[in-house]
Nanobody
Framework: QVQLVESGGGLVQAGASLRLSCEASGSTFSNLAMGWFRQAPGKEREFVAAINWRGAWTNYADSVKGRFTISKDNAKSTVYLQMSSLKPEDTAVYYC?????????????????WGQGPQVTVSS
């Protein structure tokens, strides 16, 4: 089982930037595909971004494309989500997820392990 510890959430104003980090342990990080999901109050958990095990391929939800960037540092066993031009509708709990597969999965069921989910709040 992979353990995921996230950091970097907080309260920011619209238009600001924020970077989330997710450090993994308990498995060979370079073999893991990683993803970020989010869940706003009263809504379903939704896909945000994913990266394949090599870190060469990425996929984004249309709502964040061009504003968010996912990256993977195998040396630090850490995946990042750089968020720019934040909007109030980006407000949610953000979850890091790890998959033993190799693809950049968009469905939550493809992931085996989940982080605790830091809160990101964007004020208008």
């Amino acid at each position: 089982q992979v353990q995921l510890v996230e950091s970097g959430g907080g309260l920011v104003q619209a238009g600001a930037s924020l970077r989330l980090s997710c450090e993994a342990s308990g498995s060979t990080f370079s073999n893991l595909a990683m993803g970020w999901f989010r869940q706003a109050p009263g809504k379903e958990r939704e896909f945000v971004a994913a990266i394949n095990w090599r870190g060469a391929w990425t996929n984004y939800a249309d709502s964040v494309k061009g504003r968010f960037t996912i990256s993977k540092d195998n040396a630090k066993s850490t995946v990042y989500l750089q968020m720019s031009s934040l909007k109030p509708e980006d407000t949610a709990v953000y979850y890091c997820a790890a998959s033993s597969g190799t693809y950049y999965y968009t469905q939550a069921k493809a992931y085996d392990s989940w982080g605790q989910g830091p809160q990101v709040t964007v004020s208008s």
